[in-house]
């Protein structure tokens, strides 16, 4: 995810010489835990580590005690400081070059599990930034945002499919404070854009893994004010929470059940779940059964309805042989162009006219997503290109854009219980440029689908902050939904 550890607005004066206010470089809330490296410099000079410390809440910690920090959440909207030991201390006004490299280890994308006891491979998130920045004592003022937009077409008694949006649509400009949970409700409302609401819960809970009462008060407030309908709860699994090991099976059932009965309290009818271990779903059921939960595992790019992988659960949920267990279909698997918004991303980092098409034929063959990735590294490096330029693009390219057929998702409708209407760009035609939503919509029209369409723009992880307003990019979302569905209807 671009806009990094530090903004413009990030060098702060501080009685102990300077500090940096810090960004979170991810969509999500992580534990302190997760912070695995932090080097900085000024001026060209590498600050020592043991001159750095990291505030959070009004705690210090130094650098080396965040392994520790496992019970310590990094919330999604708080700003930690990093704060310098410097004498003379920065003054008001002042401007240095700050050159900030950060490594965060993300607990719930498990590459490799760990062996005998120990640790596991987890993917990263590299983040590197050298900005010019002025000394100030203030975080920077959010933009006015476009108002006055025209309210959708109601919705038709025959449209077979309810609308909403993923929170997680609007990402960045929570991360940056732009709204608090109540603003952002207020905006999703103004937009005309629902009635379904889905959350990532480890985005916006401010005590995750746990639904306080607090928050079921500000959501109940909003849902009564604005008629919002609860559609899916997000739901990771932190199995890489501690660094010194994984999850036990016992700790993945207690952190599940815990958000289990939080998506309850909050009136979800169905969690997004990230694990189908067989173990671990024939201790949830019961559960499930007893809040009266749906269950859907989300496939998502690369993988596609019958890929090895997914073949994998199917077999699960058919030895288990509950109706409350199915699907989210994520339409990042069935694209069939690589987004622009990724390659005016890549561009910006560097690559030339050449580059991009090399990484679109690369992306457009029948490799592995490995294998694509490796191969596209190794082309850069042949090049003389570093791919640490790209930051996380290089993989991002691959696994967050499959091109699976939109038909292969007919082979298991009845089991799609959501839809992660996932989207990058509208053009002027209205037209989603990378993902067929007309083809999509005959496909789900026909095979009976009757459930939630929740709109998702992952554009953020591309985009600048700001360069977009997201949400009325799903209002135009919703429109070209609308007319492709009610034409598929019509054709039936």
């Keep these: 995810m671009p806009n990094g550890l530090i903004d413009d607005a990030a060098l702060r004066v501080h009685p102990d010489g300077f500090a ?93 599990p760990g062996d005998d006891g120990g640790p596991g491979l987890y993917v990263p998130n590299v983040v590197h930034q050298a900005l010019t920045l002025t000394a100030t004592d203030r975080d920077a003022e959010p933009p006015v945002l476009e108002t006055g937009i025209a309210a959708p077409p109601a919705a038709a008694e025959e449209d077979p499919f309810k609308l909403g949006l993923t929170l997680y649509s609007a990402s960045a400009e929570f991360r940056a404070g732009w709204f608090d949970f109540d603003g952002l409700l207020d905006r999703v409302a103004e937009l005309g854009i629902g009635p379904g609401i889905e959350i990532v819960a480890s985005q916006v809970l401010p005590t ?49 059940e815990t958000l289990f009965r939080g998506a309850k309290k909050l009136g979800f009818p169905l969690v997004r779940i990230q694990s189908a271990k067989p173990e671990l779903l024939r201790r949830l059921l019961p559960i499930a059964e007893e809040l009266e939960l749906k269950l859907a595992y989300e496939i998502h790019a690369p993988l596609g309805p019958n890929s090895p992988e997914i073949l994998a659960v199917r077999d699960v949920y058919a030895e288990l042989d509950s109706p409350l267990l199915g699907f989210v279909a994520d339409f990042s698997s069935t694209m069939h162009s690589m987004s622009p918004t990724l390659l005016r991303a890549v561009r910006r980092a560097g690559l030339d006219d050449e580059a991009i098409d090399r990484l679109q034929s690369i992306w457009a063959t029948d490799a592995s997503m490995r294998e694509r990735q490796e191969e596209f590294i190794g082309y850069l490096k042949g090049r003389d290109f570093d791919p640490g330029r790209l930051g996380a693009f290089a993989h991002l390219a691959f696994n967050m854009h499959g091109h699976v057929a939109p038909t292969e998702w007919a ?24 993902i067929d939503y007309p083809e999509l919509t005959r496909v789900f029209v026909e095979g009976g689908y009757r459930g939630y369409w929740s709109s998702e723009w992952e554009g953020h992880a591309f985009a600048e902050i700001g360069e977009v307003d997201p949400l009325v990019l799903v209002r135009k979302q919703h429109d070209l939904i609308r007319a492709s569905m009610r034409a598929a209807l019509a054709s039936v």
């Design 411 to 434: 082979d298991i409708m009845p089991q799609i219980l959501h839809v992660h209407a996932k989207f990058y760009d509208i053009d002027e035609s209205g037209q989603e440029p990378a």
């Design 208 to 256: 995750y893994p746990v639904v306080s009462d607090a928050f079921v008060a500000t959501w109940r407030a909003a849902f009564d004010r604005h008629g919002f309908e609860a559609s899916s709860f997000g739901a990771n699994l932190d199995m890489g929470r501690r660094r010194d090991r994984d999850m036990t099976p016992d700790e993945e059932f207690a952190f599940s």
């Design 20 to 112: 940096l206010a810090l960004t979170i470089p991810w969509y999500r809330s992580l534990w302190l835990s997760s912070v695995t490296r932090i080097r900085l410099s000024v001026d060209g000079v590498p600050v020592p580590e043991e001159d750095v410390a990291f505030e959070l809440g009004g705690v210090h910690y130094s650098i080396a005690e965040l392994k520790e920090q496992s019970e310590t959440l990094w919330y999604l909207q708080a700003h930690p400081l990093l704060v310098v030991r410097r004498d003379p201390a920065v003054r008001l006004g002042e401007t240095h070059e700050i050159d900030v490299y950060g490594e965060l280890r993300l607990p719930y994308m498990q590459i490799k």
